[in-house]
């Protein structure tokens, strides 16, 4: 029996796309591997959660509760959820290649000793499991050995799991934690509050690159496009490099990995790396004065011109559209 224990990464009150993905591919996982998909959530205070989390066709929540999981740190939850795993008996491990499932994933199966698949974009019906390499260039089938696999998914490869009308079983288990994992402590979070959209959840998304040529020029120029289309922003490596916003806007194989309907590319020539972590937009508009930059080879409009007279041209015209 194949059984898949699906990490559950909750924001505040709330699950964000990203789990209801992993939990998508969990249940797809169990159901071909012929096992049950279970969900763990590991905190303090997570009824209203767990209750939610039962709502989504899991056979069983499990809710690791102990002081050192109420914020999260990797060696706490890896100890905690890497017992939970060997008492429940799941073959697999799984998650979403969010930072933390990047951060949490391979220190779980460094304590399983297991073997893992990191950023999955298919299951295969052969006991294969399909990831992209040389920046999604070429797909790998990979097959693992052993009592324990761990995996983390693409956040962009899978549909967002739905409600499926019942409620699952949930059992509180205090959670296993060592004294080694307890020395690490939470000293604090500072986080980014922005109006605009989450960029790995938002419908429409517009970048800027190193063409922008200042962090100003962001401001000045990009941003007035973002906000009138209702957009999250995002940025190529290069322009996180050059210090123009920070790295956590950052699009592509390093960055984050993006699927919006709609991708709008200023200023970015389309670097293989850019490219990994935008391709799979449902649509993509490039806007670049060379003619030969690559992000045109993945664009299905592309505009030839000079953003800082384009950008400008394209706000008034959408402002135009809304008042009319």
């Known amino acids: 029996m194949g059984d898949v224990l699906v990490i559950a990464e909750y924001q505040g009150q709330r699950f964000p796309k990203t789990t209801m993905v992993a939990l998508h591919a969990g249940l797809e996982l169990a159901k071909k591997r012929g096992g049950n998909c279970l969900a763990v959530i590991a905190g303090d205070?997570?009824?209203?959660?767990a209750a939610d989390l039962a709502k989504y066709g899991v056979s069983k929540v499990v809710v690791l509760e102990h002081p050192a999981l109420k914020e999260y740190l990797a060696d706490a939850y890896s100890c905690a959820i890497s017992a939970v795993a060997k008492k429940l008996g799941a073959e697999y491990v799984l998650a979403t290649a969010t930072a933390i499932g990047k951060d949490l994933l391979p220190r779980i199966a460094a304590?399983?000793?297991?073997?893992?698949?990191?950023?999955?974009?298919?299951?295969?019906?052969?006991?294969?499991?399909?990831?992209?390499?040389?920046?999604?260039?070429?797909?790998?089938?990979?097959?693992?050995?052993?009592?324990?696999?761990?995996?983390?998914?693409?956040?962009?490869?899978?549909?967002?799991?739905?409600?499926?009308?019942?409620?699952?079983?949930?059992?509180?288990?205090?959670?296993?934690?060592?004294?080694?994992?307890?020395?690490?402590?939470?000293?604090?979070?500072?986080?980014?509050?922005?109006?605009?959209?989450?960029?790995?959840?938002?419908?429409?998304?517009?970048?800027?690159?190193?063409?922008?040529?200042?962090?100003?020029?962001?401001?000045t120029v990009l941003e007035p496009l973002v906000d009138e289309l209702g957009a999250a922003m995002g940025a190529s490596r290069a322009a996180v490099d050059a210090g123009f916003v920070p790295n956590d806007?950052?699009?592509?194989?390093?960055?984050?990995?993006?699927?919006?309907?709609?991708?709008?590319?200023?200023?970015?020539?389309?670097?293989?790396?850019?490219?990994?972590?935008?391709?799979d937009s449902k649509t993509i508009v490039a806007i670049n004065k060379d003619p030969d930059a690559p992000i045109f080879s993945v664009a299905d409009y592309g505009l030839v011109a000079d953003l800082f007279k384009a950008v400008p041209e394209m706000v008034e015209e959408l402002k135009k559209v809304k008042h009319s």
Request: zero cysteines; aromatic letters at 4%; glycine letters at 12%.
């Open 111 to 219: 304590r399983l000793e297991a073997p893992m698949a990191s950023e999955i974009v298919a299951i295969g019906e052969d006991n294969t499991l399909i990831r992209p390499m040389y920046a999604g260039n070429a797909l790998a089938s990979i097959e693992m050995d052993g009592p324990f696999k761990v995996v983390t998914v693409r956040a962009t490869a899978f549909d967002a799991a739905q409600p499926s009308g019942s409620s699952a079983a949930i059992e509180k288990v205090e959670a296993e934690i060592d004294a080694g994992a307890g020395r690490m402590q939470f000293v604090s979070f500072n986080q980014t509050k922005s109006d605009r959209p989450q960029l790995t959840e938002a419908r429409i998304v517009v970048s800027g690159g190193r063409g922008l040529r200042s962090g100003e020029n962001f401001k």
């Open 249 to 279: 806007l950052q699009v592509g194989q390093t960055g984050k990995v993006v699927a919006p309907e709609l991708y709008v590319a200023v200023g970015i020539s389309g670097a293989i790396q850019h490219l990994a972590g935008m391709k």
């Open 45 to 49: 205070q997570l009824d209203g959660l």
